[in-house]
């Protein structure tokens, strides 16, 4: 809408193409009045450029640009790379939208996966970091906390269909105290210990494998009641 008004009551002077690795662009120049740049940018809650008498504006904003790896982004840009609100639907299925900061995902934003898992939260350099949501499609549990570079770290609770684990994680795994609270009205008081487990190989040529998981002591069990 903001572009057809542009080229209705302001024609455009100038067309500019070019190209920046696999995206196209498109830049119209309008010769405009501040005042009537200003109204426009006001009215959209948007800050996409500055008011000038003469700036360009990139059509690309308004109708998506595509990839030829087969993605697709539709939002804003900034010198010629995603940075603000957007919403990119990658060649697998999976989509993203919130918010971009120098072409990566930064700030809040959903992101749909491609088995149907969604996580929404907080991003910081493409990776889940901060307060966020993660909920898993086939069992319908969810994670609800803490994520840091990409992991469940700190405090979160982990939300099931008749129970939930209330506690501290670290590095994706339930770490520290914490305690099980159950639909039927009791909770269940313990700790997470990360313990060294081996793996012993199933032929010969393969060698033991040393994991670490988590193992669950009960301290308490208290009813709600």
């Known amino acids: 809408m903001i572009i057809l008004y542009m080229m209705i009551f302001n024609p455009p002077t100038v067309k500019r193409f070019?190209?920046?690795?696999?995206?196209?662009?498109?830049?119209?120049?309008?010769l405009t009045r501040p005042v009537n740049c200003k109204a426009f940018l006001d009215h959209r809650e948007k800050r996409y450029i500055n008011v000038q008498n003469i700036f360009w504006v990139t059509i690309i904003l308004m109708f998506g640009s595509r990839f030829q790896s087969g993605g697709k982004y539709t939002g804003s840009y900034i010198n010629g790379i995603k940075?603000?609100?957007?919403?990119?639907i990658y060649p697998d299925g999976s989509k993203y939208e919130g918010y971009w900061l120098n072409d990566v995902r930064h700030g809040r934003g959903k992101y749909t996966y491609p088995n149907g898992d969604i996580y929404e939260g907080e991003w910081a350099d493409n990776?889940?970091?901060?307060q966020g949501e993660y909920s898993y499609a086939?069992?319908?549990s969810k994670y609800r906390g803490m994520w840091v570079q990409g992991k469940m770290e700190e405090a979160g609770e982990l939300i099931h269909a008749n129970h939930r684990y209330v506690g501290g994680f670290q590095q994706d795994k339930p770490k520290g105290k914490g305690k099980y609270v159950f639909d039927n009205g009791c909770e269940m008081l313990g700790r997470y210990e990360l313990v060294e487990v081996v793996l012993e190989p199933e032929t010969e040529e393969e060698e033991s494998v040393i994991v670490v998981e988590p193992k669950w002591k009960i301290e308490e069990l208290v009813s709600l009641e």
């Open 18 to 30: 070019w190209t920046i690795g696999k995206k196209r662009y498109i830049n119209v120049l309008f």
């Open 83 to 88: 940075h603000g609100e957007g919403t990119f």
């Open 127 to 130: 990776q889940r970091h901060g």
């Open 138 to 140: 086939v069992t319908g």
